[in-house]
């Protein structure tokens, strides 16, 4: 079935060859062959291959990838701009502390106090969560990471009621560079890192993002006006002091996590009862 996009693109060329000289119709053949391949792949594009099987359950729609759905699990639906304001998400830092790096996702300053652009950090937050889903789905470990106190039993909760792992206390030098002589060969450093707090205090950097970059392992940070974005890999433009717009970051990976876990569960519950109905 053609899509709007190549009728669209077939009209016009279509116009372009009504004044076509005859010195010119010798290139025809190649623009009908250059037509043809693009509207394959425009069709390619638009219709994702469906699995046989594939169905609607909970918000979550099953196909072959995940990898080829754009919002597999749904994280759209887990909150809204106005959840965001309400959460005091875009209330940054003053002005006197702004990281330069930072200007891009500031809507303005009011007060001598910088205001982030909601936008931004909704876009930004929905990819960060559609990570995190994704690898969770395929089984990675997810690690909690931050270090302000007031906060260390909310981030420890959270990471426990998901089934993953925190760390609120004193970053210990080497704790992933020189994680295999300082704990064995067994050891595993996680798949994703989350960094609800990128900063130990206002203007001292956590040792966490350097340590996570140096070991090429993912990060998501939320980085609030005063913090450096450059190495983190998912950086989420908000506030990170206030206590309620924390407890909607955790809220919100929280969910995320267990979407993708218990979207793992389907499929291996599903590949089980095959496999045991071909035995018999």
Not at 19 to 36: A, K, P
Not at 135 to 151: D, E, H, P, T
Request: glycine fraction near 4%; include cysteine.
């Amino acid at each position: 079935m053609e899509t709007s996009s190549t009728i669209f693109l077939q009209t016009c060329l279509s116009k372009c060859w009504h004044g076509v000289t005859d010195n010119m119709l010798c290139h025809r053949r190649i623009i009908s062959s250059m037509i043809q391949k693009l509207s394959y792949s425009i069709s390619a594009i638009a219709q994702p291959r469906l699995s046989p099987d594939s169905n609607t359950k909970d918000g979550i729609m099953k196909i072959d990838d995940p990898l080829h759905h754009p919002d597999y699990f749904n994280v759209k639906d887990l909150f809204t701009l106005q959840d965001l304001f309400n959460a005091k998400v875009h209330l940054g830092h003053k002005l006197g502390v702004l990281n330069p790096h930072m200007k891009k996702y500031i809507f303005g300053v009011r007060q001598k106090m910088c205001i982030l652009d909601l936008d931004q950090t909704m876009e930004h937050l929905q990819l960060a969560l559609n990570v995190t889903a994704h690898i969770a789905y395929r089984k990675g470990i997810i690690m909690f990471v931050n270090r302000s106190l007031q906060f260390t039993h909310l981030v420890e909760k959270t990471a426990h009621e998901c089934g993953e792992y925190a760390h609120t206390r004193y970053w210990q030098g080497g704790c992933f560079t020189n994680a295999l002589l300082q704990y064995g060969p067994e050891t595993k450093l996680p798949h994703l890192v989350i960094l609800l707090n990128t900063q130990t205090n206002v203007f001292q950097e956590h040792t966490a993002v350097r340590d996570s970059a140096k070991m090429n392992i993912p990060t998501v940070g939320i980085v609030d006006s005063n913090c450096n974005p450059n190495l983190i890999t998912y950086p989420v433009p908000g506030n990170d002091d206030t206590p309620v717009s924390m407890e909607l970051y955790c809220k919100l990976f929280k969910e995320a996590i267990m979407r993708g876990k218990q979207a793992r569960k389907e499929k291996d519950d599903i590949a089980k009862k095959l496999a045991d109905e071909h035995k018999l």
